[in-house]
């Protein structure tokens, strides 16, 4: 991973165009390919971003740029869409790289890994003809919390949340762009289950092609006692 704090300007062209004006901004380059820009505030949410695949390349500016203060060109192109995020930096204030080696996951709460242990149980609660394939099913980035297979044989990923932010509908994309160059998995489909899921994530899951679905936790834990309720 490299980072860079730097003055920068960072112009985005594809499917939206932004301009970030001249500022000093933090540069994550990871080894995904993925390029974020980050400010001192707004919490972990970047500026702006290039999500993988995608390449970065560094170029020395043009005559025209030089004269305006521009010192180095990051071009960060995606692999599958015209997107593309240019960074001009004008000064470099720290530049530094780290091996951080594979990382082992996030650990779940107890609430989620007894929603993935539930849903893995009682996996027909997302389709009838649904069948469970294995739980943690294990990707070059990270394990896919459920593979199961719908009612025609496809093969669909899980992803389970407690609350359904737009960071999981980042991972489980990132799950099924790696999943989907399996020809033993592809075509590979995502379904993105959370107790509550944020309007913002449910309208990046739906234009991603993900399909959401909302866990009753007690439902759930209900199903394996059903003949002992009273009513």
């Given at each position: 991973?490299?980072?860079?704090?730097?003055?920068?300007?960072?112009?985005?062209?594809?499917?939206?165009?932004?301009?970030?004006?001249?500022?000093?901004?933090?540069?994550?380059?990871?080894?995904?390919?993925?390029?974020?820009v980050?400010?001192?505030?707004?919490?972990?949410?970047?500026?702006?971003?290039?999500?993988?695949?995608?390449?970065l390349t560094?170029?020395?500016?043009?005559?025209?740029?030089?004269?305006?203060?521009?010192?180095?060109?990051?071009?960060?192109?995606?692999?599958?869409?015209?997107?593309?995020?240019?960074?001009?930096?004008?000064?470099v204030?720290?530049?530094s790289?780290?091996?951080?080696?594979?990382?082992?996951?996030?650990?779940?709460d107890?609430v989620?890994?007894?929603?993935?242990?539930?849903?893995?149980?009682?996996?027909?609660?997302?389709?009838?003809?649904?069948?469970?394939?294995?739980?943690?099913?294990?990707?070059?980035?990270?394990?896919?919390?459920?593979?199961?297979?719908?009612?025609?044989?496809?093969?669909?990923?899980?992803?389970?949340?407690?609350?359904?932010?737009?960071?999981?509908?980042?991972?489980?994309?990132?799950?099924?762009?790696?999943?989907?160059?399996?020809?033993?998995?592809?075509p590979?489909?995502?379904?993105?289950a959370?107790?509550?899921?944020?309007?913002?994530?449910?309208?990046?899951?739906?234009?991603?092609?993900?399909r959401?679905?909302?866990?009753?936790?007690?439902?759930?834990?209900?199903?394996?006692?059903?003949?002992?309720?009273?009513?």
């Amino acid at each position: 991973m490299r980072l860079v704090i730097a003055r920068c300007s960072v112009d985005y062209a594809g499917r939206l165009t932004a301009h970030l004006p001249l500022a000093t901004r933090l540069l994550i380059a990871k080894a995904d390919g993925s390029v974020l820009v980050h400010s001192d505030g707004g919490s972990y949410k970047p500026l702006n971003w290039m999500s993988p695949p995608a390449k970065l390349t560094v170029s020395v500016p043009e005559e025209d740029q030089r004269e305006a203060g521009v010192v180095e060109t990051w071009t960060v192109q995606h692999a599958k869409t015209d997107d593309r995020l240019v960074v001009s930096i004008h000064e470099v204030l720290h530049d530094s790289e780290h091996e951080l080696g594979v990382d082992p996951g996030l650990v779940k709460d107890g609430v989620e890994a007894h929603l993935q242990k539930l849903l893995a149980e009682h996996i027909a609660t997302l389709g009838e003809g649904y069948t469970l394939v294995r739980r943690e099913y294990m990707t070059a980035i990270g394990p896919v919390d459920i593979l199961a297979r719908d009612d025609a044989g496809r093969a669909v990923a899980v992803e389970i949340k407690r609350r359904g932010e737009i960071d999981g509908v980042e991972q489980l994309t990132r799950y099924l762009e790696l999943m989907n160059r399996d020809p033993l998995l592809a075509p590979v489909t995502g379904v993105f289950a959370a107790q509550e899921i944020k309007p913002q994530a449910r309208t990046l899951a739906t234009d991603r092609g993900i399909r959401c679905v909302v866990l009753d936790y007690d439902a759930l834990r209900g199903i394996d006692d059903v003949d002992s309720r009273l009513f």
